[in-house]
């Protein structure tokens, strides 16, 4: 059977690869004695039941589409960055204390320098994972797992060490002009986190989609992620690219991260592990195969399993974690790819032969 002759558009790996995720958790509450029908409704209606849950959803997915637009870029160009998580927390660091440090500062500037010193924060960090990859030929993954550590630990350290009063673990929160909430939204979706955020992870998203379309940035890192060797000999700079790509990456998950401290818990405190926004961003790109505008699809349904997820456990005995389940099947399924193509081979296969028997 001849797979590759089988084309199944773009958008039908993701969809039925969030079907058999789905199934896969079905199945698994079934032999588990629990009712899946009612599982899943009370997920859906905790996650869209309500204007206080449809704002929830909105704010998980805001950090999720900048975190999975870095992994995406750094994807292109051939990397496999796996310290979003880590350079998601340095920029939450670094936008928080900026806040805070120079608090006297207007909003027209207290917000957007907030913001951007959290996106350098991101490209600093992976900025050295890229650096290392260009000059030395050290594998990114690795580095970027080492830096997801070093900046756990490190944050922790600041946060402890100069931001926290007394035996305190989380710094005070950040004076209201460089926050990213508004009581007017926060009336509109009933008292939800939801957040200004939202508009500039939208913005991300169409300037991404740009870079790696239409400009030259974007087709050098595309042609250092198809082939390196070849773009070097068609005169391009690998390590130029290599560690542009890193950056932008990097300035997204801070963004991301920035997203956190300025709009969802508007501080920082102690973490005893890394955020999840960098790991769920991974799978967001991975389903919406990078497609920046795939990735907001992608980011609001991570949004309605993470929010709904918590009405499961609120309205029945099952664990919440049947949710992680859920979004693990469905990334093993884009992951797997194949299996969805052999059996959209087998099946045109069958219907050809019916056709021909007829």
């Not at 059977?1 to 790996?13: A, F, P």
């Not at 009336?187 to 300037?207: A, D, E, K, P, R």
């Not at 998950?253 to 955020?275: K, S």
Request: glycine share 12%.
């Amino acid at each position: 059977m001849r797979i590759k002759k089988i084309r199944i558009g773009g958008i039908m790996i993701p969809l039925v690869s969030v079907f058999l995720g789905l199934l896969v958790g079905a199945v698994i509450m079934m032999l588990s004695h629990f009712n899946p029908i009612q599982n899943y409704i009370n997920l859906f209606v905790g996650a869209l039941g309500s204007p206080n849950a449809i704002g929830e959803v909105l704010r998980a997915a805001t950090p999720l589409m900048l975190t999975a637009l870095g992994f995406s870029v750094a994807n292109s160009a051939g990397f496999f960055n796996v310290g979003l998580a880590g350079q998601a927390l340095a920029g939450w660091l670094a936008s928080v204390w900026f806040a805070l440090t120079f608090s006297h500062l207007p909003g027209i500037i207290l917000l957007p320098g907030s913001i951007i010193i959290g996106a350098l924060a991101g490209a600093f960090w992976s900025g050295i994972a890229g650096f290392l990859r260009a000059y030395f030929g050290a594998s990114e993954v690795i580095t970027t797992i080492m830096l997801n550590y070093i900046s756990l630990y490190g944050t922790n350290a600041i946060v402890k060490g100069s931001m926290v009063k007394s035996d305190a673990d989380s710094t005070p929160l950040i004076p209201a002009q460089a926050r990213l909430r508004t009581p007017f939204l926060e009336q509109l979706t009933q008292n939800s986190t939801f957040h200004w955020g939202i508009i500039i992870s939208i913005l991300m998203v169409l300037l991404v989609w740009f870079l790696m379309k239409k400009t030259t940035l974007g087709f050098e890192i595309r042609a250092v992620g198809m082939n390196e060797d070849a773009s070097r000999y068609a005169g391009m700079s690998s390590k130029k690219t290599i560690i542009s790509a890193m950056l932008i990456s990097g300035a997204l998950a801070g963004l991301g991260g920035a997203m956190e401290g300025l709009g969802n818990f508007q501080n920082i405190f102690v973490n005893t592990v890394l955020p999840d926004i960098g790991f769920d961003g991974m799978s967001v790109s991975l389903l919406a195969t990078g497609n920046p505008i795939g990735i907001i699809f992608s980011a609001l349904l991570f949004g309605i399993l993470k929010i709904g997820g918590l009405n499961i456990s609120i309205n029945s005995t099952t664990p919440s974690e049947i949710v992680n389940i859920v979004i693990a099947s469905v990334i093993f399924f884009v992951g797997a790819n194949y299996i969805i193509r052999y059996w959209g081979a087998k099946m045109k296969l069958t219907r050809k032969n019916k056709v021909g028997d007829a």
